[in-house]
């Protein structure tokens, strides 16, 4: 079984994540999104792709794209989870709607989605990542509490087992 962690990122913060995702599963790659090709992403058994959200709410630029690629592809046998950052004091009403986005997205071609996590200690007043009192993956605010990332994303991997 092969993992990868395909991000986007604009400003380093995702990349940043990714890496530290990346250090508690060594044996999977860790790519942008932004040259990925089908020949690539077909190699994998299991998928985490991480984004921000960008303005009201939107993924961010190199996923725009990406996700067209990836939807293209018949990816029904593999296991996807997804990270998303936000930002939860600025924008209360749009916190990782990119990763609400990538969700809804893959949910609608029926593909396996892990990883989801409860929304216990967020303060944020809506979210398309959140679904019953579960976000749809991990969801990080490295501008107002980067002091929880760690502790947030290896509880997260170890729920994944992708290990």
Wanted: hydrophobic share 40%; proline share 2%; aromatic share 10%.
């Amino acid at each position: 079984m092969r993992t990868a962690i395909f991000y986007g990122s604009s400003l380093g913060n995702t990349q940043f994540v990714a890496e530290k995702i990346h250090q508690l599963l060594p044996g999977a790659d860790c790519l942008p999104v932004n040259n990925l090709t089908v020949a690539d992403i077909r190699k994998y058994d299991k998928i985490i792709l991480g984004t921000s959200t960008w303005g009201l709410g939107n993924l961010q630029d190199d996923f725009e794209l990406f996700v067209d690629l990836l939807l293209s592809i018949d990816m029904s046998e593999t296991t996807f989870a997804l990270f998303g950052l936000g930002d939860q004091h600025t924008y209360p009403d749009t916190f990782c709607n990119g990763m609400g986005k990538l969700y809804h997205l893959l949910n609608e071609k029926g593909w396996k989605i892990i990883g989801q996590t409860s929304a216990d200690g967020y303060d944020f007043s809506e979210s398309e990542a959140l679904i019953g009192d579960e976000l749809v993956g991990l969801a990080l605010d490295e501008d107002n509490e980067p002091d929880l990332t760690d502790v947030r994303i290896q509880k997260w991997v170890e729920q994944l087992g992708f290990s």
